[in-house]
């Protein structure tokens, strides 16, 4: 399958911890990355590779992958973290690239 | 800083061909280390990758776009485009150009993107 499958919608509290996860069969064998797109923005990427932060992202953002799943974390959240969240990766070709259906998350 | 710029019409009707044009300044288009790409986002949906282009031509598209897109590059002029014909109402979104950096240990990143053009399908 070269879907990825990803959770609607998250909450999370002021300074709290939340994960958003990312399925998919290709992601056994290729890194994701994830995006953050704030409302009316283009995407920015905020995690890549095993656990690489672009220059500029804050290290509240952290990145895994276990198995057939990767997995977001921001470790203490902070208002200007609610966005909509995606990942990517190649597909099983290698050569495709698909993105996950994304995640909103809400900061309370 | 590299930066990405999109161009191309805001309305188009149906049935017709979509001409964008990504131009790339602050770096050149001619980098072994990245292949350039665009994606699109219909109004209140997600991302979709279309496809990514390589300086020396090689591309590779969606699968499900396939026959209906061609991306080209101009390295004179440091721009690559896209065009997407038979458009119906379902290809109106923004479409973004962005640079892939794709990593030699598989830690690949679609690391800059231009700011988005919205392109609306309607008669």
């Known amino acids: 399958s070269s879907e990825l499958t990803q959770d609607p919608a998250v909450s999370v509290a002021l300074g709290q911890t939340v994960r958003i996860t990312c399925q998919g069969d290709?992601?056994?064998?290729?890194?994701a990355s994830w995006y953050q797109q704030r409302s009316g923005q283009a995407p920015v990427v905020v995690i890549y590779?095993?656990?690489k932060r672009p220059s500029g992202i804050p290290d509240r953002f952290s990145g895994s992958t276990s198995g057939n799943t990767a997995s977001l974390t921001i470790t203490g959240a902070q208002a200007e973290d609610e966005a909509d969240y995606y990942c990517?990766?190649?597909?099983?070709?290698?050569?495709?690239?698909?993105f996950g259906s994304g995640t909103k998350v809400t900061v309370l | 800083q590299l930066q990405l710029q999109e161009s191309g019409p805001g309305l188009v009707k149906p049935s017709e061909t979509l001409s964008l044009t990504c131009t790339v300044s602050?770096?050149?288009?001619?980098?072994?280390?990245?292949?350039w790409g665009w994606i699109r986002q219909p109004p209140g949906k997600g991302l979709e990758w279309i496809g990514n282009?390589?300086?020396?031509?090689?591309?590779y598209y969606n699968p499900s776009l396939k026959s209906r897109v061609t991306i080209s590059v101009d390295t004179s002029k440091n721009q690559f485009s896209l065009k997407l014909s038979s458009l119906t109402a379902a290809d109106t979104a923004v479409y973004y150009c962005?640079?892939?950096?794709?990593?030699?240990?598989?830690?690949?990143?679609?690391?800059?993107w231009g700011q988005g053009t919205r392109v609306t399908v309607s008669s």
């Open positions: 990517n990766s190649r597909d099983s070709s290698g050569n495709h690239y698909v």
């Open positions: 602050g770096g050149s288009i001619n980098s072994d280390s990245h292949y």
């Open positions: 290709s992601l056994r064998s290729y890194y």
């Open positions: 282009i390589f300086y020396s031509g090689t591309t």
């Open positions: 590779g095993k656990n």
């Open positions: 962005a640079r892939l950096r794709r990593g030699y240990n598989l830690d690949d990143a679609f690391d800059v």
